[in-house]
Nanobody, 124 residues
Framework: VQLVESGGGSVQPGESLRLSCAAS????????IGWFRQAPGKEREFVSA????????YYADSLKGRFAISRDNAKNTVYLQMNSLKPEDTAVFYC??????????????????WGQGTLVTVSS
């Protein structure tokens, strides 16, 4: 499956962005999708993940209440709504796919397919 992220950009603190992850190549509903981010000089970290049927969603504890993940299997797209953005949210955001035949997970190494990333910059 091929993944393409979009929706990144530069915003001021307190503003919102919605990222999209568009998939092609294989049956989209056959995959769990996760969002990860990597800030300059830091390791890639888990942000959120949603199961193939939207039945389960996970969030990094520090992001609960500000970020929301959703998916539309008819459009082969997963969304990440990000509200009340902070300068520390500045990072390249990646979406990734994991086969739905296994459990939903939150670590980088458990995802098999990755997009190229989209940059989010939060600065005043």
């Amino acid at each position: 499956v091929q993944l393409v992220e979009s929706g990144g950009g530069s915003v001021q603190p307190g503003e919102s962005l919605r990222l999209s992850c568009a998939a092609s190549g294989r049956t989209f509903s056959g995959y769990h999708i996760g969002w990860f981010r990597q800030a300059p000089g830091k390791e890639r970290e888990f942000v959120s993940a949603v199961s193939w049927n939207s039945g389960t969603a996970y969030y990094a504890d520090s992001l609960k209440g500000r970020f929301a993940i959703s998916r539309d299997n008819a459009k082969n797209t997963v969304y990440l709504q990000m509200n009340s953005l902070k300068p520390e949210d500045t990072a390249v955001f990646y979406c990734a796919a994991r086969a739905a035949s296994v459990n939903l997970r939150v670590t980088v190494v458990e995802y098999d397919y990755w997009g190229q990333g989209t940059l989010v910059t939060v600065s005043s």
